[in-house]
């Protein structure tokens, strides 16, 4: 883990971008406290959709978009 101030990050962003792209975490401060971290995003490998993967799992029942009570008097 990397820790570095607020002013001296401005200077070496590229650096610390790669550092966080090598899965190095670096964690930016203000004054001593943390106030930011910089971390490479999670693995982005998500499975593919596929269209009818939820088939049976759910049912819309047959009044889904029949009115509500609630607003018999507004209609």
Not at 8 to 13: S, T, V
Not at 17 to 40: F, N, S
């Amino acid at each position: 883990m990397t820790v570095v101030e607020l002013f001296q990050a401005e200077g070496q962003l590229k650096k610390l971008v790669e550092e966080a792209e090598a899965g190095q975490e670096v964690i930016i401060t203000r004054d001593g406290k943390p106030v930011a971290r910089l971390v490479a995003p999670e693995d982005s490998s998500r499975r593919d959709r596929v269209p009818g993967s939820a088939k049976g799992l759910f049912t819309v029942p047959d009044d889904f978009d029949a009115p509500l009570d609630d607003f018999r008097d507004y209609m």
